[in-house]
């Protein structure tokens, strides 16, 4: 059987992305194929797949540990390489790039949140990622607080412009423009 065949199948039956790596590894015994299998059932695009499997392959997938499937499928599941791209609308792109001005005029965002962040977009879940960074203060030392929450106050007018927005991102619009203000008065 073909095994992104068999992927498709395990994701039907509601297995976990990691849960259906986890079969299809310990079934094989070949690690890569395994993953790469998973990838194509869930519809990841081959090249973009390959990008994915590279970044990780030396640590996770070169040289498993016996029964490791799990923990391994978990580790890959965690670090996105399942997870499934969504196409940006051309506002979405546009609240993308007032995102990725915020965090680099934050002045020291940690791995784990830049992360997160970048899984964010790459699934198209922009209000988590716009809420997460308007509950992060910027360092005023390294970071550019006005910068940031401008960044943030387009971003948050955008969102807050499409059809049905979540309630969420007008109340942290309010507290990024009050911000904002506050970043701007002169000392």
Not at 18 to 47: D, H, K, Q
Request: with cysteine; proline share 7%; charged share 20%.
């Amino acid at each position: 059987m073909n095994l992104a065949t068999l992927a498709q199948h395990a994701l039907s039956r509601s297995h976990t992305p990691a849960e259906t790596y986890a079969l299809i590894a310990r079934r094989t015994g070949r690690p890569l194929p395994s993953a790469r299998a998973v990838c194509l059932a869930l519809t990841i695009p081959l090249a973009e797949t390959t990008r994915r499997l590279n970044d990780c392959h030396d640590a996770l997938l070169a040289d498993p540990r016996p029964d490791s499937e799990t923990d391994t499928g978990e580790v890959l599941e965690a670090l996105g390489v399942f997870d499934i791209p969504k196409s940006l609308t051309d506002t979405e792109l546009a609240v993308v790039e007032h995102l990725l001005t915020a965090v680099d005029a934050h002045g020291s965002l940690r791995p784990g949140h830049r992360h997160g962040l970048q899984r964010w977009f790459t699934t198209g879940n922009l209000t988590t990622a716009y809420l997460s960074l308007a509950a992060t203060r910027p360092l005023p030392r390294t970071g550019d607080p006005t910068r940031y929450w401008a960044s943030l106050v387009s971003a948050g007018e955008l969102l807050a412009a499409t059809p049905a927005p979540d309630t969420r991102i007008k109340y942290a619009l309010v507290r990024c423009r009050d911000r904002a203000a506050g970043a701007t008065r002169p000392a």
